[in-house]
Each structure stands twice: as structure tokens, then as C-alpha cells.
């Protein structure tokens, strides 16, 4: 299995540190953002990476090399201009191959994130084990959070039938993690070079019983502005009891 990180926003709410560092390599407890990522796809066995990039993407390329530093075969998908998510997947899509893949954004910071989880989340069967019409199974599989601040409204509801657009009675809707599993088919329209969002072509597999998704309830920030960053990483001082 093969993943991509996505690494070419070019982090307007983190200027000033932007304008001379890409997003993806501010530092957070030690590491790039990017680092946390591309350490925790090796753990679980997944080393060939695609990284995405535009904005001082020269500074990623140079950081990150062919990543063999990190046990890790990384190539690299240049945009002249920042093609949005779905776009910059559809020009990745012959370094990705034919297989199912895996899809984070580089600037979440989700220190223990477990990529083995991702492995089978497509799997042509429903949830008893039994083979899936081929125009029911899940196209897309989502890790959903719990709605943070800045977005309390969420994205999608959740159940044992998968992702919805509308949330169950009494229910509200999570929020995307920026973590996916994705078949390339999702994306083969799109023609390369074109931007494209990628939340247009989520909500229509909602709408046609194609997308599952989990909550993953672990450590997980999409790192947003200078004070954020500063904020995590502050360390924290255990309180000695009284």
C-alpha cells in the first residue's frame, strides 16, 4: 500500500512563519509536522510515499530527500500552482498506482496515529463478511474526530452503514480528520493539472452509500496559526502533589 501527504497549501493563517518555511516543516516537539507522518507510515510497513508540494516545496524536497534517512522511498509531485486536494491526488495518480492508498494532510499533527489500521478499510465485504455488490462497496473510508473548535458543525454523520450527509435523529455530524483511504477510480475524471476539491466528491459517495468512516479518538490538532503551534509545544509540567 502506497500513501500520499499532502504538502502544498501554502498555510495562510500560519504567516509569518510561512513566508519562509513551508507548513509541513515547522517544528512541533521536535519534529516537522511532515516527519510524524512519514515515522508512522514506516512503522506500519507502508514506505513508498508521495509528497505533493508548491509553496517552497524546494525546502521539502531538500529536508526530506528520497527518504531513505526514515526507511522510506519518497517521490514527489510538483504543482506550479496549488491544484487543491482532489487535484493535486488526480496528478499523483501514476505514482500511486492501482491499489487502494492512503491520504493525510502533512500539517495535522497526530503523533500516534496507527497507519496498520488502514490497510483492509476497503475490503470488498460488508460487515458480516459477505462479498459487496460492486456498486455498494465503499469507495472512500474516512477517520473522523471529534468537532473541534473551529468547526462545530462537522462534516458528516456517522454510523454502522458509513459516512452520511445528514446526521442520525438526535445526532450530530464529526468532523474529517484529514486521514483517508481512497481507490484512485474517486479521482480518475479529473484531469491532470486541473484543481479540484476533494469535498464535492466525498458528499456525492455519501449520497450513493460509498463512504465508510471511524471516529479515531487519539491525539490529533490540524495545526492552524502561530500561537497554536507555540501552544502544543509548550511542555507540560506535571503538578507534584500537595
Known amino acids: 500500500m502506497k500513501a500520499m501527504l499532502l ?7 500560519m504567516r509569518p512563519l510561512t513566508d519562509t518555511c513551508p507548513k509541513p516543516l515547522l517544528k512541533l516537539r521536535g519534529r516537522p509536522l511532515i516527519v510524524w507522518h512519514i515515522l508512522n507510515l514506516v512503522k506500519a ?32 509531485s510538483f504543482e506550479e500552482v496549488a491544484l487543491e486536494t482532489a487535484g493535486g491526488i488526480a496528478q499523483a495518480l501514476p ?10 494532510s502533512a500539517d495535522i499533527y497526530t503523533p500516534h496515529f496507527n497507519f496498520e489500521d488502514c490497510k483492509n478499510t476497503l475490503e470488498d465485504k460488508d460487515m ?19 468537532n473541534p473548535d473551529f468547526h462545530p458543525e462537522g462534516d ?11 446526521a442520525l435523529p438526535g445526532e450530530s455530524k464529526v468532523t474529517f480528520g484529514n ?24 458528499r ?6 460509498q463512504l ?11 495545526v492552524g496559526t502561530p500561537l497554536q503551534l507555540a501552544e502544543l509545544n509548550t511542555p507540560v509540567i506535571p503538578q507534584r502533589p500537595s
Open 212 to 222: 465508510g468512516g471511524e471516529m479515531y479518538r487519539g491525539i490529533w490538532h490540524n
Open 7 to 13: 504538502a502544498a497549501g501554502r498555510g495562510e493563517r
Open 179 to 202: 486521514i483517508g483511504v481512497y481507490r484512485p477510480e474517486i479521482f480518475s475524471h479529473i484531469p491532470s493539472g486541473t484543481s479540484a476539491k476533494l469535498g464535492p466528491l466525498l
Open 156 to 166: 458528516f454523520g456517522l454510523s454502522l452503514m458509513g459516512l452520511s450527509n445528514h
Open 45 to 76: 510497513g507502508i514506505t513508498e510515499i508521495v509528497i505533493n508540494h508548491s509553496h517552497l516545496g524546494h525546502m521539502i524536497v531538500s529536508a526530506l530527500g528520497d527518504g531513505s534517512q526514515f526507511g522510506a522511498k519518497i517521490t514527489y
Open 95 to 104: 505514482l500511486l498506482g492501482p491499489d487502494a492508498f492512503i491520504v493525510v
Open 204 to 209: 456525492e459517495l455519501a449520497d450513493r452509500g
Open 128 to 146: 458480516w463478511g459477505n462479498p459487496h455488490p460492486l456498486d455498494k462497496r465503499d469507495m472512500a473510508w474516512l477517520y473522523m474526530v471529534k
